[in-house]
Nanobody, 125 residues
């Protein structure tokens, strides 16, 4: 499956953005989804996860209460709604997907076989 991420941009602190990740796979239902980000000069790290049936989501502590992951299966699109953005949220954001069951390794990049190209989010102070 191919993933196309979009929605990044420049926003002031306290603002919001919604990232989109559209899949080429018609049968997108049944994929676990992850969002990761890579800040300048740093490693790529886990941000959010949604399991295959949507019954479980998980977020890194720094974004809990501010970011929400959701899916529109009709559009084959995963969203990451990001509210109350902070300068430390500045990064390239990547969506990822896996057709396998992911449990304890959901924060690991190796759990996801498919990756989008990344979209840049810049938060100014």
């Amino acid at each position: 499956v191919q993933l196309q991420a979009s929605g990044g941009g420049l926003v002031q602190a306290g603002g919001f953005l919604r990232l989109s990740c559209t899949a080429s796979e018609r049968n997108f239902r049944g994929y676990a989804i992850g969002w990761f980000r890579q800040a300048p000069g740093k490693e790529r790290v886990f941000v959010a996860h949604r399991n295959r049936n949507g019954g479980f989501t998980d977020y890194v502590d720094s974004v809990k209460g501010r970011f929400t992951i959701s899916v529109d299966y009709a559009k084959r699109t995963v969203y990451l709604q990001m509210n109350d953005l902070r300068p430390e949220d500045t990064a390239v954001y990547y969506c990822a997907a896996s057709s396998s069951v992911i449990r304890n390794n959901r924060a690991s990049q190796t759990a996801y076989a498919y990756w989008g190209q990344g979209t840049l989010v810049t938060v100014s102070s």
